[in-house]
């Protein structure tokens, strides 16, 4: 009795090539898993592609709602943007496909787990650390740091001499990688940063050309940090992302050409689709400047910044991360109020917020005639704020009368 492997399947080239590879050349039972994030596939006919290219059995496994609302929507809170840019939607995505395949793995009594990502790239570590940070013991398996194979063009060639059908040809050779929260692509010319990426490429979003000429305002409200209405109607949390998604992909909104720092140390180019998302982190990070004090804002963004790095690295199941995440929902407790945004040709501008825990007070920053603040006040005030700089001056001109 051959010992079983659970495959990270997608139907893809890399994957439908790998299922092939870990049942010849290694002589595995090969249990596929689709867990599905929002990517647009017939899940149906993948599964009956995985047991047609020979596995013995294939899951597919839809977590949307806990992708929304465990890992989409902590990391919103948190503000976190990997290197200005990377709203993260494949970092934040691998963790909890990991936890998915550990928990089929365990349920099959496989003794290995297989990706198809390459050794060049992030989400091995995504990957790997998930699994061990959840099952120390199990084996892993990547077909791309172990295999004769060097490029996307040897696997085309290996599908065809095995007669697997594959979604991709030499001529269209994008690597993408797609959920409910983006989609992203790269190879082919992006690999040249000289080179302007093909437009053609986008699979959601219009071009700047192609969207309206017409902007389009919307609404959207809040609760502790987390969004529940659009244009005042309610919705789910996936509800919420798919309405934001159709709204700003046909604005062009969210089309980022990023060069970014990988984890194992090259740059990396990729084009990235996040038209929902996009939306979501403006309304978020200008209702927060509406209700946090500048101390508060200021030490959020800090901790944004590490927020990022810890999810774009993998670690979402570490210490650190989880901590984090306890400071987090500390300061969203009254992120709660309505913005107005106006979507135009690929931009998204907050126009007006309103909070019932709004900071901003009209009697205190009125430029005319007010009964709260008294201007004479500044003056102590910027004595006291100044007396470093004016002991310091004093010093200095006290030394230069001792060397006179």
Same mark, same amino acid.
């Given at each position: 009795?051959?010992?079983?492997?659970?495959?990270?399947?997608?139907?893809?080239?890399?994957?439908?090539? !790998?299922?092939?590879?870990?049942?010849?050349?290694?002589?595995?039972?090969?249990?596929?898993?689709?867990?599905?994030?929002?990517?647009?596939?017939?899940?149906?006919?993948?599964?009956?592609?995985?047991?047609?290219?020979?596995?013995?059995? %294939?899951?597919?496994?839809?977590?949307?709602?806990?992708?929304?609302?465990?890992?989409? #929507?902590?990391?919103?809170?948190?503000?976190?943007?990997? *290197?200005?840019?990377?709203?993260?939607?494949?970092?934040? %995505?691998?963790?909890?496909?990991?936890?998915? &395949?550990?928990?089929?793995?365990? &349920?099959?009594?496989?003794?290995?787990?297989?990706?198809?990502?390459?050794?060049?790239?992030?989400?091995?570590?995504? #990957?790997?650390?998930?699994?061990?940070?959840?099952?120390?013991?199990?084996?892993i !398996?990547? @077909?791309?740091?172990?295999?004769?194979?060097?490029?996307?063009?040897d +696997?085309?060639?290996?599908?065809?001499?095995?007669?697997? *059908?594959? =979604?991709?040809?030499?001529?269209?050779?994008?690597?993408?990688? *797609?959920?409910?929260?983006?989609?992203?692509?790269?190879?082919?010319?992006?690999?040249? @940063?000289?080179?302007?990426?093909?437009?053609?490429?986008?699979?959601?979003?219009?071009?700047?050309?192609?969207?309206?000429?017409? =902007?389009?305002? &919307?609404?959207?409200?809040?609760?502790?940090?987390? @969004?529940?209405?659009?244009?005042?109607?309610?919705?789910?949390?996936?509800?919420?992302?798919?309405?934001?998604?159709?709204?700003? %992909?046909?604005?062009?909104?969210g089309?980022?050409?990023?060069?970014?720092?990988?984890?194992?140390?090259?740059?990396?180019?990729?084009?990235?689709e996040?038209?929902?998302?996009?939306?979501?982190?403006?309304?978020?990070?200008?209702?927060?400047?509406?209700? #946090?004090?500048?101390?508060?804002?200021?030490?959020?963004?800090?901790?944004? !910044?590490?927020?990022?790095?810890?999810?774009?690295?993998?670690?979402?199941?570490?210490?650190?991360?989880?901590?984090l995440? +306890? #400071?987090?929902d500390?300061?969203?407790?009254?992120?709660?109020?309505?913005?107005?945004?106006?979507?135009?040709?690929?931009?998204?501008?907050?126009v007006?917020?309103?909070?019932?825990?709004?900071?901003?007070?009209?009697?205190?920053?009125?430029?005319?005639?007010?009964?709260?603040?008294?201007?004479?006040?500044?003056e102590?005030?910027?004595?006291?704020?100044?007396?470093?700089?004016?002991?310091?001056?004093?010093?200095?001109?006290?030394?230069?009368?001792?060397?006179?």
């Open positions: 009795m051959n010992k079983k492997v659970v495959l990270a399947y997608s139907g893809g080239l890399d994957t439908s090539v !790998i299922l092939k590879w870990l049942e010849v050349e290694k002589g595995y039972d090969v249990i596929a898993v689709c867990v599905d994030v929002g990517q647009k596939d017939n899940f149906e006919e993948v599964k009956k592609k995985a047991l047609s290219s020979g596995a013995i059995k %294939a899951y597919a496994v839809d977590v949307k709602d806990e992708f929304v609302q465990e890992y989409i #929507f902590p990391t919103l809170k948190a503000g976190a943007v990997y *290197e200005d840019d990377y709203l993260l939607g494949t970092s934040f %995505a691998r963790p909890l496909i990991a936890k998915k &395949l550990v928990e089929i793995a365990h &349920l099959e009594g496989a003794e290995a787990i297989a990706h198809g990502a390459t050794g060049k790239g992030n989400d091995q570590v995504r #990957f790997e650390v998930t699994i061990k940070a959840l099952d120390p013991n199990m084996i !398996i990547a @077909p791309w740091r172990q295999w004769d194979m060097k490029s996307r063009e +696997c085309i060639d290996y599908a065809i001499n095995h007669g697997i *059908e594959v =979604p991709v040809t030499k001529k269209d050779i994008y690597s993408r990688d *797609e959920n409910i929260w983006h989609i992203s692509h790269e190879g082919g010319e992006l690999e040249d @940063p000289w080179n302007v990426h093909n437009e053609e490429m986008y699979k959601w979003c219009k071009t700047l050309e192609e969207a309206p000429d017409k =902007p389009e305002t &919307l609404t959207i409200d809040f609760v502790k940090g987390i @969004p529940v209405k659009i244009n005042g109607k309610e919705y789910s949390p996936l509800g919420i992302i798919e309405k934001l998604n159709e709204l700003g %992909a046909n604005h062009g909104v089309i980022a050409d990023i060069v970014e720092n990988r984890l194992v140390g090259m740059k990396s180019r990729g084009v990235y996040t038209p929902g998302g996009t939306i979501l982190y403006e309304a978020h990070k200008n209702l927060e400047k509406l209700i #946090f004090d500048r101390s508060l804002m200021e030490y959020k963004k800090t901790i944004s !910044i590490k927020y990022a790095q810890l999810v774009y690295d993998g670690l979402w199941f570490s210490p650190l991360k989880e901590a995440d +306890c #400071f987090v500390k300061t969203q407790e009254k992120v709660e109020g309505t913005v107005k945004l106006k979507l135009y040709k690929g931009s998204v501008k907050s007006a917020i309103k909070s019932d825990y709004s900071l901003y007070s009209e009697e205190y920053v009125t430029f005319g005639e007010d009964e709260v603040y008294n201007q004479y006040d500044a102590g005030f910027i004595n006291l704020f100044s007396l470093p700089l004016k002991l310091k001056k004093i010093m200095e001109l006290n030394q230069e009368k001792k060397v006179v």
